[in-house]
């Protein structure tokens, strides 16, 4: 099994930072708010360690929770990357006229 994780990938991360960068990389411009499920089924994570993690970055402030029970980024995460030269759009998405994009 690669080490290696993109998107949508069969392979889910070893260690609990690629678990975690992984969650948050299931949240794309076009679907900005996912449900506990979702999240699972994207990341290839087990639905309890998802809810595990998930726990923990909404108690942090990198995720926010809408009444539904579904997730989007949240306002910390959010102002983390909303710095002109970050390039990185509020979605998530890398912007084409940053450095990586």
Known sequence: MSSEWTRNSVATP?????????????????QSELSLVDISRRTGLALSTTHRLIAQLYEWGALDRAPDRRYRLGKRLR??????????S?????RADSPDG
């Open 79 to 88: 102002a983390i990357t909303s710095g002109p030269d970050c390039g990185i």
């Open 14 to 30: 070893q260690n609990v930072a690629g678990r975690v960068l992984g969650i948050l990389e299931a949240f794309a411009p076009e």
């Open 90 to 94: 509020a979605g998530g998405a890398v």
